[in-house]
């Protein structure tokens, strides 16, 4: 069992930066693929960032290259997401999740995990 809860999140201006931050239970967090989702209003959930269980591949979503950063500290049981040049359309609920998924192609997808956190909110003001 592994529990996830995300910290970080609140209002920020367009251009600002965020560094979200999600703290795990258990001890086997080293052993899983981690990611980040988000959801805006309205809209179904997608696809931030992973990070393989080593730390050694990341992936990203299109909207989000060169400006959101995913890492790992397995030491502490955290991953974290930093957020930089936001923009309006960033806002959204953000969750972290924890899969024991291989690392591939399918990681992008939300049925790949098996732990969530509860969200934490992100909201851009343009």
């Known amino acids: 069992q592994v529990q996830l809860v995300e910290s970080g999140g609140g209002l920020v201006q367009a251009g600002g930066s965020l560094r979200l931050s999600c703290a795990a239970s258990g001890r086997t967090f080293s052993r899983y693929t981690m990611g980040w989702f988000r959801q805006a209003p309205g809209k179904a959930r997608e696809f931030v960032a992973a990070?393989?269980?080593?730390?050694?591949?990341?992936v990203y979503a299109d909207s989000v290259k060169g400006r959101f950063t995913i890492s790992r500290d397995n030491a502490q049981n955290t991953v974290y997401l930093q957020m930089n040049s936001l923009k309006p359309e960033d806002t959204a609920v953000y969750y972290c999740?924890?899969?024991?998924?291989?690392?591939?192609?399918?990681?992008?997808?939300?049925?790949?995990?098996?732990?969530w956190g509860p969200g934490t909110q992100v909201t851009v003001s343009s």
């Open positions: 990070m393989s269980w080593s730390g050694g591949n990341t």
């Open positions: 999740a924890a899969g024991s998924t291989r690392w591939g192609p399918r990681v992008v997808m939300p049925t790949e995990y098996d732990y």
